[in-house]
DNA sequence: GTCTATAGCCCGATAGAC
DNA sequence: GTCTATCGGGCTATAGAC
């Protein structure tokens, strides 16, 4: 009864291997088949086409995110320490598995995508967006942050930074840069 | 004589504005041949294979961005009024013609991409962190800006953030989204 | 320089046996 | 559930006439 389970979650977790290396539109039924022991064929058994493959691998990545996100929430309540959680987290995947975010490398191809993907990235983007939203405010409340204007649109900025750090590592497949572009938008916002 | 030269530029004009909306893997010779007189085969004797037009694409598309920044350099030497000037000139080309920064997009999928095209692109990145350092420190040195740690440093968060706030535009589709973001960073880097 | 025609390959997807 | 076989189509690229 878990066979079929099983089956379909292996082959969304090579998905999404391949979609962070590769995007939606490079990346085959091929490619899947050939990294693990299944048929092109029987892919389609679990997932009809390549729009609800693309779905569920996002929606899988967006699950993961927010797990991460509560694991950072769960192991400290200092602001600045999630903040730099959230950042060494990212530069750990990075270096260990070339490992970058789904949802930002998916914006870049987005007016190609079938819509029911596009939907899942946006949510990303509000769930990660309303976050550093909650987190800023906090840590401006304790005094530990300092910057101008509304948290929100501050969260936007710096969500942006964080994901052109890593489109930056990606030109330069280099993660350190990642990492010194993103601890100086971290520090950028401390008293 | 310069019947070639223009077919050629044609073509690289047409195949920019469809790398800038679909990236490099998901626009063919064919999508080019529809949009100018052309047949997909005659594309081929003026750009042999595939990554010699990508190279030639984002070649001229580095040309254009920094014919942009020189102009900016000539309207003013406030280091404010540059930097203003910078993100107005990418949020109107967003609006009026959904453009978007080819090399932030194409840096997503570069793994996929031909080495050639990635050398283009690397370059892109080094000249707009020249020119953003560059900038920094004359504002700071003006007494204008205001900020913590290494010129160069400061410049790849600033890219990046510019960047990011670009690829949120696309995931929500709304360019406004990049400006508000945009300007906020311009606003944090001020006394 | 541009064309028609086509080679050769890979793609997503389906049919039907087991 | 997984397989083999295959369809129909799009792709990059080439051959050769004009």
Redesign the interface.
């Known amino acids: 009864m878990n066979t079929q389970a099983n089956t379909a979650q292996q082959i969304i977790e090579i998905a999404l291997g391949l979609m962070i ?3 939606y ?2 990346f085959s039924y091929a490619d899947i088949s050939e990294r693990m022991e299944i048929r092109k064929a029987s892919i389609h058994y679990h997932f009809p086409n390549k729009s609800d493959l693309g779905r569920s691998v996002v929606a899988h990545y967006r699950t993961m995110a927010q797990q991460g996100l509560n694991q950072i929430d769960q192991i400290t309540s200092d602001p600045r320490e999630k903040f730099t959680l959230y950042i060494e987290q990212f530069y750990r995947q990075m270096r260990e598995a070339k490992f970058f975010c789904l ?3 998916l ?6 995508l079938p819509e029911c993907v596009r939907d899942e ?2 949510g990303y ?1 509000r769930e990660h967006t309303a976050w550093f939203a909650t987190l800023l405010a906090s840590g401006q409340a304790q005094g530990v942050f300092t ?3 509304d948290p929100t ?2 969260a ?2 710096v ?7 890593m ?2 590592a ?4 280099d993660p350190e ?1 990642f990492r ?2 993103a601890l ?2 971290c ?2 916002v401390q008293t």
Request: aromatic share 6%; proline share 2%.
């Open positions: 290396e590769r995007g539109n490079a949802c930002t490398l914006a870049a191809e987005l007016p190609t990235i946006q983007f910057f101008g204007g649109i501050k936007q900025s969500l942006a930074a964080i994901q052109g750090a489109i930056a990606r030109a330069y497949q840069h010194t572009i100086q938008v520090s950028d």
